[in-house]
Every structure is written in C-alpha cells, then in structure tokens.
T-cell receptor, first 113, second 112 residues
Framework: KAGVTQTPRYLIKTRGQQVTLSCSPISGHRSVSWYQQTPGQGLQFLFEYFSETQRNKGNFPGRFSGRQFSNSRSEMNVSTLELGDSALYLC????????????FGPGTRLLVL | QKEVEQNSGPLSVPEGAIASLNCTYSDRVSQSFFWYRQYSGKSPELIMSIYSNGDKEDGRFTAQLNKASQYVSLLIRDSQPSDSATYLCAGDRGSTLGRLYFGRGTQLTVWP
C-alpha cells in the first residue's frame, strides 16, 4: 500500500512569491492534516480537512490556506512568502479522525530567500 | 504555557541502557497521548499511544501516563544505536478532530 506522498519535495522561492504544496493521502484515508516544522517552533498545526471540509485551523495568518478535493488529495497555499515561512511542511493522513492511523508524508522542504 | 512541553535534551545513553524521555502537558490537552520517532531528515512515525493512567508496553518501549501529575514518559529498554532519533510527544483534546499538539522533541543518541 502506497504511503502519503507530497510534492514537490524541495522548493526554493523568493520573498513575496506564492507557493502551492500537494499531498496525496493513503488510499482510503479521508482526513488530511498539515503541519509546519521549524527548528525553533517544532511541529505546529496548520489545518485539517475531512471530506473536503476544513475542520480545524491553527494559529497561522490568512496567507496560509488549503483545500481538499473529492479524491481526498489536499493542497496548501502560502501567498506573499516571508523568510520565516522557510520550513518543512508535513502532511498527514488518517482513516477518518482516528489518530492512531495517522501517517506522515515525507514533507516538502521550503526555502524562502 | 505550551500545551505539551518536553525536556529538550539532548539525551545520550550507552547501548543497552534505558533511555527515559519525559513530557508534561497542560489541561488543554488531556485525553490521549502519542510518542513519535523522527529520524534526521525523515518524517515522524508513531511508536506508541496511551490513553489511560499507568503503563503500556510494546516490545522495548513502555509509555507511562500520570494524569494527576500531567506527565507522560517513554522508556526505551536495551537501547540500540538505531534508536538514535528525535522523539516527539503529542497530545490531543479528545475531540473528534485529528489535530495533535506536539512538544519540541528530545534528541536521543545511543552510543555503542
């Protein structure tokens, strides 16, 4: 069974640009969560989707947005990039909302110059 | 106070020793707890979950939960160099949502 996939794996952008990251969950998983991981703040929750609906959102500015499609694939978008957005962005999928089934993807490493 | 706090370490133990990793949490996350292992450059993987007071054992790993003290720990017996990683403690609010609150992690090194 294929795991969670994220594309692209690495990305370099400049300040002010926008970026879209993609996450394909494990087949049959309908819940997708996004996290930002930085050395200073650790893993911070961005948002969560279930059945195409955003169910929860973390304390991030409105520049961070996301969506989920009918096939459970999810995208997150960051507009007007700032240097502080440089981080590893992790996507996790689970069967429904049962956390023990939550598996993380390999992440997208974003560098903002 | 952050929802989940971990002693940042790093922690270094010899091969074969017991590694003890600790985590405290606030009232805002008090339902269930999870330990994740993250190797350098990799994504976190779930190794243990615990919901009720007491100990839960799985192979060389034992998770301990003390809700009165708001304390969670992970013991790794017979530590191996392959256990060298960052260990993340996470809790949730017991809602139906999948959101987890993570500590900043403890880096463990097991030296041969």
């Amino acid at each position: 069974k294929a795991g969670v996939t994220q594309t692209p794996r690495y990305l370099i952008k400049t300040r002010g640009q926008q970026v879209t990251l993609s996450c394909s969950p494990i087949s049959g998983h309908r819940s997708v969560s996004w996290y930002q991981q930085t050395p200073g703040q650790g893993l911070q929750f961005l948002f969560e989707y279930f059945s195409e609906t955003q169910r929860n959102k973390g304390n991030f500015p409105g520049r961070f947005s996301g969506r989920q499609f009918s096939n459970s694939r999810s995208e997150m978008n960051v507009s007007t990039l700032e240097l502080g957005d440089s981080a590893l962005y992790l996507c996790a999928s689970s069967v429904g909302l049962v956390k023990e089934t939550q598996y993380f993807g390999p992440g997208t490493r974003l560098l903002v110059l | 106070q952050k929802e989940v706090e971990q002693n940042s370490g790093p922690l270094s133990v010899p091969e074969g020793a017991i590694a003890s990793l600790n985590c405290t949490y606030s009232d805002r996350v008090s339902q269930s707890f999870f330990w994740y292992r993250q190797y350098s450059g990799k994504s976190p993987e779930l190794i243990m979950s615990i919901y009720s007071n007491g100990d839960k054992e799985d192979g060389r790993f034992t998770a301990q939960l003390n809700k009165a003290s708001q304390y969670v720990s992970l013991l790794i017996r017979d530590s191996q160099p392959s256990d060298s990683a960052t260990y993340l403690c996470a809790g949730d609010r017991g809602s139906t949502l999948g959101r987890l609150y993570f500590g900043r992690g403890t880096q463990l090194t097991v030296w041969p």
